[in-house]
Antibody, heavy 117, light 110 residues
């Protein structure tokens, strides 16, 4: 069964940095595009970033220049490096696989990032 | 303000039919497929409908999707208590060059 497990969330001060990880299993990670999607407390879903199987990247305007998505195919791991964090980045961050039928399927369980002094 | 517009709430009684709308524009729904996700309380979202009206295996046929022009709808027939959840639509937006989500609709089963 396809599984995605995020980690790396926590509390960080404004202006700080954090790196999230998403370990994938039971599918060919190296051939799959991967997304990060976030959800602020009590709010809706917001797409954050995408990395294609060949390394092509896309970002939401709200994180461009501050966040970097990357992948390590040897470890089946997706990353999100978050710099210059702001209070509005506080959210649960989900990783999700892109397939031929859906951009986001399945989703991981999420990891909470809290930006607060 | 979300690029895709959904009603914040919807409700129905068991057995009823409920529809949730998702309104967009020519840069998203008008030119590309719509996807629907269900997020049960305290859990991650789950794919419900893909490519406007297709159901993944395991999703009951009580759920159906449709699209017309720049709008889409999710219909739930024979409403059940376990359908109480948040529902989100999503589509690629060519103007943003990114994925757009609706603001989400909280469905309450009365």
């Amino acid at each position: 069964q396809v599984q995605l497990v995020e980690s790396g969330g926590g509390v960080v001060q404004p202006g700080g940095s954090l790196r999230l990880s998403c370990v994938a299993s039971e599918f060919t990670f190296s051939a799959s595009g991967m997304h990060w999607v976030r959800q602020a407390p009590g709010k809706g879903l917001e797409w954050v970033a995408f990395i294609r199987y060949d390394g092509i990247k896309k970002y939401a305007d709200s994180v461009k220049g501050r966040f970097t998505i990357s992948r390590d195919n040897s470890d089946n791991t997706l990353y999100l490096q978050m710099n210059s964090l702001r209070s509005e980045d506080t959210a649960v961050y989900y990783c999700a696989r892109e397939t031929s039928i859906s951009p986001f399927d399945p989703w991981g369980q999420g990891t909470l990032v809290t930006v607060s002094s | 303000q979300s690029v895709l517009t959904q009603p914040p709430s919807a409700s129905g009684t068991p057995g009823q039919r409920v529809t949730i709308s998702c309104s967009g524009s020519s840069s998203n729904i008008g030119r590309d497929s719509v996807y629907w996700y269900q997020q049960l309380p305290g859990t991650a979202p789950k794919l419900l409908i893909y490519k406007n009206n297709q159901r993944p295996s395991g999703v009951p046929d009580r759920f159906s999707g449709s699209k017309s022009g720049t709008s889409a709808s999710l219909a739930i027939n024979g409403l059940r208590s376990e359908d109480e959840s948040d529902y989100y639509c999503a589509a690629w937006d060519a103007s943003l060059s990114g994925w757009a989500f609706g603001g989400g609709t909280k469905l309450t089963v009365l």
